[in-house]
């Protein structure tokens, strides 16, 4: 009888194990499952987060070479202006637009002088309605250039009184602020026609407006 007991005891024993060993096996079994979804849903997250970041970079270089193509149009003075303005930190979106030049034989500069004709104020009145019109946050340089007729100096100065003469008449007539114009003259340094003749002279003294937004 006792004999009996002890085997029907063990006979238990070991079937409590079985099933203790079935239940164990089954939660980890559960836990590397439940491990695998957590491992696959950071894989899926980092993937997803360098595709974004790839395209993020695909349409940075897009940009890049976009701004290259529209620097290697422009003019010198015009790269020009839009460095200066960057560093000035004077740009939303560090990009150029147009640039309008007014010449002597448009806007009647005349030599050695410096006031706005008739003709050069109505330039600068269909000039300032279309900035008005396009309601845009421009920046915009205001260069002044002279012929080669007299000194450096004299005509850096005489420039820099033509750009000056022109930001003064956007402001007081049109409202443009002045701290989204600057100035600056050339003086003789940057020719468009030969100043050997009356002609390239006359196109030489001007003004351009490069407009940047």
Known sequence: ???SLVV?????????LTFTGCATKEYV????QASQKVTEAKVAEVQTQVEANQTEISNLHKKDQELESQLAKLSETAKDALVRAEEAGKLAKGKFLYEVTLTDSDVHFGFNKYELSDEAKAALDEFANKIKAENKNVYIEIQGHTDNIGSEKYNLELGYK???QVMRYLN????????????????????IADNSTKEGRAQNRRVTLVVLE
């Open 1 to 3: 009888m006792r004999k």
């Open 8 to 16: 029907t005891v063990v006979a238990l024993v070991a079937v409590g």
């Open 29 to 32: 079994d559960q836990q590397v």
């Open 162 to 164: 033509r750009a000056q």
């Open 172 to 191: 007081m007539q049109h409202g443009f602020p002045l701290h989204r114009m600057n100035v600056i003259s050339y003086g003789e340094y940057k020719p």
